[in-house]
């Protein structure tokens, strides 16, 4: 059963600490995005990678946030500084198409909580 | 306004209700429309997928786009316990780069009593 992995599934962290996140995609699948969901913005695309070169990334914090995709089997997320807005859920997804409106398939997410 | 608006809720309905959840749009360029359905603590999942105008059914689902009035609707028939979740609906116009991204509503929690 091909699924999107992501961990940690949970990260409690101090403002100002360095938080990594990491998906593992489908196999196979050549298109990596990275979402985060919060009750007030809902689910905004942050970056992808199409063939492990970045797309788009228009929708990340270039100061703080930046994403990887260290080989087609690993996605990482990372934000530096973290600052307690940063808190989220961030959901990495995975498809064949080139674009997000494309079939993606999700992970479970990760559950940031910056103090 | 946002681009895409999408009523909270929560909505609950009881089992073998009729639902319709909808979302409404102001991006004319938008040919593309989704719904998502995401249940708790779970990344979102595709229900429905058309493209420009018209009704697409599957199974107990239906999807709706009404470009004119710029409203898409999807409805549950027969709904049951395990429909209860959060449905985002999502669009995106045509053409690759940035015009291709989806952009979501906030989503609806839905749930349907036994």
């Given at each position: 059963?091909?699924?999107?992995?992501?961990?940690?599934?949970?990260?409690?962290?101090?403002?100002?600490?360095?938080?990594?996140?990491?998906?593992?995609?489908?196999?196979?699948?050549?298109?990596?995005?990275?979402?985060?969901?919060?009750?007030?913005?809902?689910?905004?695309?942050?970056?992808?990678?199409?063939?492990?070169?970045?797309?788009?990334?228009?929708?990340?914090?270039?100061?703080?946030?930046?994403?990887?995709?260290?080989?087609?089997?690993?996605?990482?997320?990372?934000?530096?500084?973290?600052?307690?807005?940063?808190?989220?859920?961030?959901?990495?997804?995975?498809?064949?198409?080139?674009?997000?409106?494309?079939?993606?398939?999700?992970?479970?997410?990760?559950?940031?909580?910056?103090? | 306004?946002?681009e895409v608006?999408?009523?909270?809720?929560?909505?609950?309905?009881?089992?073998?209700?009729?639902?319709?959840?909808?979302?409404?749009y102001s991006n004319s360029a938008f040919q593309y429309f989704?719904?998502?359905?995401?249940?708790?603590?779970?990344?979102?999942?595709?229900?429905?997928?058309?493209?420009s105008?018209?009704?697409?059914?599957?199974?107990?689902?239906?999807?709706?786009v009404?470009k004119?009035?710029k409203?898409i609707?999807?409805?549950?028939?027969?709904?049951?316990?395990?429909?209860?979740?959060?449905?985002?609906?999502?669009m995106s116009g045509i053409?690759?780069?940035?015009?291709?991204?989806?952009i979501?509503?906030?989503?609806?929690?839905?749930?349907?009593?036994?």
């Open positions: 059963d091909a699924r999107v992995t992501q961990t940690p599934r949970h990260k409690v962290t101090e403002m100002g600490q360095e938080v990594t996140m990491r998906c593992q995609p489908i196999l196979g699948h050549n298109t990596v995005f990275w979402y985060r969901q919060t009750m007030m913005q809902g689910l905004e695309l942050l970056a992808y990678f199409r063939n492990r070169a970045p797309l788009d990334d228009s929708g990340m914090p270039k100061d703080r946030f930046s994403a990887e995709m260290p080989d087609a089997t690993l996605a990482t997320l990372k934000i530096q500084p973290s600052e307690p807005r940063d808190s989220a859920v961030y959901f990495c997804a995975s498809g064949m198409g080139p674009t997000s409106r494309d079939t993606q398939y999700f992970g479970p997410g990760t559950r940031l909580t910056v103090l | 306004q946002k608006e999408q009523d909270p809720g929560p909505l609950s309905v009881p089992e073998g209700a009729i639902v319709s959840l909808n979302c409404t989704m719904w998502y359905r995401q249940y708790s603590r779970k990344g979102p999942e595709l229900l429905m997928y058309t493209y105008s018209g009704n697409k059914e599957d199974g107990r689902f239906t999807a709706q009404d004119s009035s409203y609707s999807l409805f549950i028939r027969d709904s049951q316990p395990s429909d209860s979740a959060t449905y985002l609906c999502a053409g690759g780069g940035s015009q291709g991204n989806l979501f509503g906030k989503g609806t929690k839905l749930s349907v009593k036994p």
